[in-house]
């Protein structure tokens, strides 16, 4: 903590020697990995950003989940354990089957249910060893037993100003790479229930006001349990792969633009301009081993509401079964008259294609 509060001050204190010479007048990221730092530097400078201390509770999954039990918001029930004996102990009060996850990572990394002691013990492992991140970070010694909490996961996309949330949507998510959380797909704007809905626009409220988050963009994740909507985790910044765009397609406000608007001071325009419907589905592979054949890659661009077709891998690269979402090779965007539409769009297009692996 101290080496972190040198380091700071050591950044602002360069930061104002370039402002002398080439002056900004707001700050953000839209990675994980720097939304802390980015709240502190803004602030410290007087500029428009949620609070730091709201940032870091969005950013770490152990204190979100203090927060949200102090404050009664719907949350799975946990234990924040440091050995594997207290993760036995945590396993054992919440039951199997059970998730085990760092305290501060991204893309799933690290996450995984697990249904026996035997697996619990190779997952807190793995999620314990998590002491340096991707960017280099240092993460404290932590690991969350979480119950697995059963029902669909979709996730809430808002801009709050100066306390005022702006709902742009919610997001339907696709889930692969059992018992791993592999995001495979998502459909916005996604269209459930009304009283649903409102359920799940009031937890989401509930919790941003729960952590003190009263200004800036928010990726929200909910699953719609039988006891009705609970939160899964904040990310403190605009939705990450394609949900960006697929707001910018689907209402016709740029999020991306509109942040750095709010950044900036200025007005901010969330007001629709067109309702149509976008989904994207990840590529990966079915197995582990070798990519030896790619078969119908003309006829996913041929496919109807197909906008955007990317493989990355190539004949005889080395492909993994995923286990977090940087183990994507590729994707598929598409659009339609509405979000089932730009679904069913998708999934034709995605039955075209057949990777053959080799081990």
């Keep these: 903590m101290k080496q972190k509060r040198m380091m700071l001050k050591v950044l602002f204190n360069f930061l104002k020697i370039i ?13 994980d990995y720097y939304v802390d730092i980015a709240a502190q530097v803004a602030t410290y400078f007087g500029f428009l950003s949620p609070s730091p201390k709201s940032v870091q509770i969005a950013r770490n999954k152990d204190l979100s989940r203090i927060c949200l039990l102090e404050k009664s918001v719907p949350s799975a029930k946990f234990h924040i354990v440091k050995s594997f004996e207290e993760a036995l102990k945590a396993a054992k009060d919440i039951g199997y089957p059970c998730v085990v996850k760092p305290t501060a990572e991204t893309s799933s990394y690290g996450v995984e249910c697990v249904f026996n002691d035997e697996q619990l013990l190779k997952a807190f492992n793995f999620a314990n060893s998590i002491i340096i991140n991707e960017r280099g970070q240092r993460r404290e010694g932590k690991v969350l037993i979480e119950e697995y909490m059963v029902g669909e996961e979709v996730s809430v996309e808002t801009i709050s100003i100066n306390g005022d949330c702006h709902v742009l949507g919610i997001t339907s998510k696709g889930l692969t790479g059992w018992p791993n959380f592999v995001e495979c797909e998502f459909s916005f704007p996604y269209k459930i229930p009304e009283n649903t809905r409102n359920s799940v626009i009031d937890v989401v409220k509930s919790a941003l006001n ?4 009263f200004h800036g963009p928010c990726h929200t994740e909910i699953k719609l349990t039988k006891e009705g909507p609970k939160v899964v985790e904040f990310n403190p910044r605009l939705g990450g792969r394609f949900i960006s765009k697929m707001i910018s397609d689907s209402l016709g406000i740029d999020p991306i633009k509109e942040v750095i608007k709010l950044a900036m001071g200025d007005s901010v325009d969330l007001l629709p301009k067109r309702n149509i419907g976008t989904a994207w589905s990840a590529i990966t592979a079915p197995s582990t081993g070798f990519l030896k054949e790619i078969k119908g890659k003309e006829e996913v661009l041929k496919s109807s509401g197909v906008e955007i077709f990317i493989l990355n891998a190539k004949i005889g690269d080395f492909v993994r079964k995923p286990t977090n979402n940087g183990d994507t090779i590729g994707y598929i965007y598409t659009l339609g008259k509405d979000a089932a539409d ?7 297009a995605r039955e075209k294609l057949q990777l053959i692996i080799s081990s």
Excluded at 19 to 29: D, E, Q, S, V
Excluded at 210 to 213: F, H, K, L, T, V
Excluded at 342 to 348: C, E, G, P, Q, T
């Design 19 to 31: 402002m002398k010479k080439n002056p900004f007048h707001g700050l953000l990221t839209f990675s």
């Design 210 to 213: 729960a952590i003190g988050y």
């Design 342 to 348: 730009a679904r069913d769009n998708l999934k034709k």
